[in-house]
């Protein structure tokens, strides 16, 4: 399964961007199987899970610090993820990778829980 990320950049405080996060597989790869999660990891510090979404049913989770201000959504058809990210403030300035739980507790809020994973992509917010 591979996970490839698009959509970040530079953006000032307050700004808005939008992430997306790619999926495919082998024959048999079934995306409805999945959680896909959106992570951020600045360095020094531990990747923080910030939003997932169940495929199958379209539950959402996000982190109190985003909560408000991100929203993600996924399109089965394109076996995309969205993360649509508004109000962006300095401190989300980070490297954003998603990661894919296979037949997945819920919520899935630790990076062990993830299987498969993109390689990232750098959001900078300037102020």
């Known amino acids: 399964v591979q996970l490839v990320e698009s959509g970040g950049g530079l953006v000032q405080a307050g700004g808005s961007l939008r992430l997306s996060c790619g999926v495919s597989g082998p024959s048999g790869f079934t995306f409805e199987d999945y959680a896909i999660g959106w992570f951020r990891r600045v360095p020094g510090k531990e990747r923080e899970l910030i939003s997932c979404i169940s495929i199958i049913d379209d539950k959402t989770y996000y982190a109190d610090s985003v909560k408000g201000r991100f929203t993600i959504s996924s399109d089965v058809a394109k076996k995309t993820v969205s993360l649509q990210m508004s109000g962006l403030l300095p401190e989300d300035t980070a490297v954003y990778s998603c990661?894919?739980?296979?037949?997945?507790?819920?919520?899935?809020?630790?990076?062990?829980?993830?299987?498969?994973w993109g390689r990232g992509t750098q959001v900078t917010v300037s102020a």
């Open positions: 990661g894919a739980d296979y037949l997945f507790s819920w919520p899935a809020i630790t990076e062990g829980y993830y299987d498969y």
